[in-house]
């Protein structure tokens, strides 16, 4: 509450606080000094979001609490509607993906980076799916994504680095659908493809340029820094730690243990694995997930399973989306209190695909037909 109670003191102090860059000046110095995260921006991005809600609210927790929770919900209330538009029939099993798991309203309704990054999130795909399969456009729209973008950029960038090459699939895949004719399809698939992964390639390298833990020739670095970090703390606070073994991360040490660590950001922790209610409740979760997995695979076999990924955009995006934020995660975070929560967005985006590819081609024509 440093920065909210700034402002009965110095109204031009609390505004470079909220506004202002993260550097030491003379009239925020006496109030800075004081934030240990003033020179970490994404933690301080949260900083300033409670310094200006402090001041609408008052100073109360409780009442800056109700505002993350509603940035969190606007987010995920748009996610629901922008796959409730493509597939109106599948509206139950959209609210159980999106409203209805306990780790996105448990990790999305406090004062941390979670529920922001989750409503940003959000609001970025409404706003993809408006314009490749909808064509809508509005000045509104475009504010609200660049906004989110932003909060994306500013908070989590390997959030943004996850989904970009998941859009970039995601319309390469819905471009291929215009074309009818399937010789110049097959003629044109191989340069889609080539657009669709150089493309999702250097919008990666362009974002991640300006952020040197999460630039592409030191992500492996960051990746094994995380990780020894975050098994540390979890060791020293009796948490539950996993392991790979090794800390090798060179490119090919990441290769190998790709496999176990998607696995790890999908279905872990396990029954077994449990050391508190939290990790249960996760648990759960991800039984739930494993369930679903091979219900749908026994429903339409192993072929179909890996033909509808290729077949729906929407599917392709919901798939490449998970399993790279699921690798990014369990590669890179070696500790199970730290996991259930940085998983949440992930969540919602893996069901969702689930659910569109057991129903297969009975739900993809209305997308088909706005592509």
Same mark, same amino acid.
């Given at each position: 509450m440093i920065i909210a109670n700034s402002f009965f003191e110095s109204p031009v102090?609390?505004?470079r606080l909220v506004f202002g860059p993260t550097e030491y000046h003379p009239d925020t110095y006496q109030y800075a000094s004081r934030i240990f995260t003033f020179g970490?921006?994404?933690?301080?991005?949260?900083?300033?979001?409670?310094g200006f809600f402090g001041v609408v609210c008052g100073g109360s927790y409780y009442s800056i609490a109700i505002f993350f929770a509603v940035l969190s919900f606007s987010g995920v209330w748009a996610l629901f509607n922008a796959f409730c538009t493509l597939y109106p029939a599948l509206v139950k $099993?959209?609210?159980?993906?999106?409203l209805f798991i306990p780790s996105l309203w448990f990790w999305g309704s406090g004062i941390l980076k979670d529920p922001i990054t989750l409503s940003a999130l959000g609001w970025i795909v409404y706003g993809v799916f408006g314009v490749v399969f909808q064509r809508r456009y509005s000045i509104s729209m475009v504010l609200i994504f660049i906004v989110s973008f932003y909060i994306l950029y500013t908070i989590?960038?390997?959030?943004?680095?996850?989904?970009?090459?998941?859009?970039?699939?995601m319309v390469g895949f819905a471009s291929m659908k215009r074309i009818d004719n399937w010789a110049l399809k097959l003629l044109i698939v191989p340069f889609i493809v080539i657009i669709v992964i150089f493309g999702g390639f250097f919008s990666v390298q362009e974002i991640s340029e300006d952020n040197q833990r999460y630039s592409l020739d030191a992500i492996a670095y960051t990746a094994e820094e995380t990780a020894k970090?975050?098994?540390?703390?979890?060791?020293? $606070?009796?948490?539950?730690?996993?392991?790979?073994?090794?800390?090798?991360?060179?490119t090919g040490g990441m290769i190998r243990k790709a496999p176990m660590a998607v696995f790890t950001g999908l279905f872990r922790p396990v029954i077994w694995e449990v050391r508190n209610p939290v990790m249960l409740l996760s648990a759960l979760e991800s039984l739930f997930m494993i369930v679903l997995l091979i219900r749908v695979i026994w429903k339409i076999g192993l072929s179909r399973f890996f033909s509808q990924i290729f077949s729906n955009p929407v599917v392709g995006f919901c798939m490449v989306f998970s399993l790279a934020f699921a690798f990014a995660i369990g590669i890179s975070t070696?500790?199970?209190?730290s996991l259930v929560r940085y998983r949440i967005p992930l969540i919602p985006f893996f069901i969702i695909g689930l659910y569109l590819i057991s129903e297969g081609q009975n739900f993809t024509k209305r997308t088909d037909s706005r592509a």
């Open positions: 102090a609390w505004f970490d921006a994404p933690t301080y991005f949260i900083a300033r979001i409670v $099993q959209l609210a159980v993906a999106c989590k960038i390997y959030i943004l680095m996850c989904l970009i090459p998941g859009i970039m699939v970090w975050l098994e540390y703390v979890g060791e020293q $606070q009796a948490g539950s730690v996993y392991t790979f073994g090794d800390y090798d991360f060179s070696y500790n199970f209190g």
